[in-house]
């Protein structure tokens, strides 16, 4: 097991850390429909309480938080832990959200593109332009699954557009330290898929059979891909689910290594602290945020490291 620092705990299922300047990490509770401050001391404070099910978030160029709601889930405790299910009776639809950090307003960009509802808004990241590719995973209800897909969109509501679908379950969502590639974490088969970008929200789509992109890999213990971060060398770092820990992927996929953590539901990583070498790593199913030296620098993120 790695040797980490437990930041904080008692947190209702965190995702979507962000490593802010002031030491503090911005994390969702998508169990209780918050976004929190979690300080160093462990300190947890109220941001604003969307509810539904916030999930991926990402500081834009207006210094706000954007937030992909995914609706909402049903969880279930099991031995102590908070397991995540299906789509809930009181699912309040799929959006992102601009939250103000100073008053906490929450204000609605998106629900739908091209008249498509989305369905599960799960992880975000925004370009140098100002513009964000978020990922849907798209919802579950028992026997029937939605289909995800990767999306691109600007902060001012004005534009939306489907870029790759579907990814079954498309999960983490990551850029290229040169962003000429954007990298979506599938999660119910664990693998990584690599798209070049060829334009505002599009990508290369590859010849022969339909798939989403370029296969970075796939790991080969069974396991289940959430969501991810890049290093400042361009190593995508992944949250894997089952096969606790983050996986980490070469850009051209011929390596593949893991960092073990001891939460089935290891969830999200981010980097922030001195020289961004500090690896913040949410323990989901446990309620934990916690910290680690990480192994090299991470990418500094538009908007909050630059």
Known sequence: M????????????????????DGTVIVVEIAAGRLTRVHPDGRKETIAEPGGGPNGAAIGPDGA???????????????????????????????????????GKVEVLYTEVNGEP??????????????????????????????????YARIDGSFIREAVFPIPTANGVGLSPDEKTVYVADTLPGRLWAMDII???????????????????????????DSLAVDAD???????????GITIFSPDGASIRHVPTDDLVTTNICFGGADLRTAYITLSSAGK??????????????????
């Open 2 to 21: 790695s040797n980490y620092t437990v930041i904080t705990d008692g947190l209702l299922f965190p995702e979507g850390p962000i490593a802010m300047p």
């Open 65 to 103: 938080c954007y937030v992909c709601n995914n609706g909402g889930m049903q969880f279930h405790e099991k031995d102590g832990l908070l397991l995540p299910g299906d789509m809930p009776e009181d699912y309040s639809g799929g959006r992102i959200e601009r939250i103000d950090l100073e008053t």
């Open 118 to 151: 989305l369905k599960g808004p799960n992880d975000i990241v925004f370009d140098r332009q100002g513009g964000f590719w978020f990922t849907d995973l798209g919802k579950g209800r028992g026997r029937s699954q939605d289909r995800g897909g990767l999306y």
């Open 199 to 225: 334009g505002e929200g599009e990508v290369a789509r590859p010849p022969g059979p339909r798939r989403p992109g370029r296969l970075v890999g796939q790991p080969s213990e069974f396991c289940y891909f």
């Open 234 to 244: 361009g190593n995508i770092c992944v949250a894997t689910i089952y096969h606790s």
């Open 289 to 306: 945020l916690v910290s680690m030296p990480w192994e090299r620098p991470g990418l500094p993120l538009n908007f909050l490291n630059v």
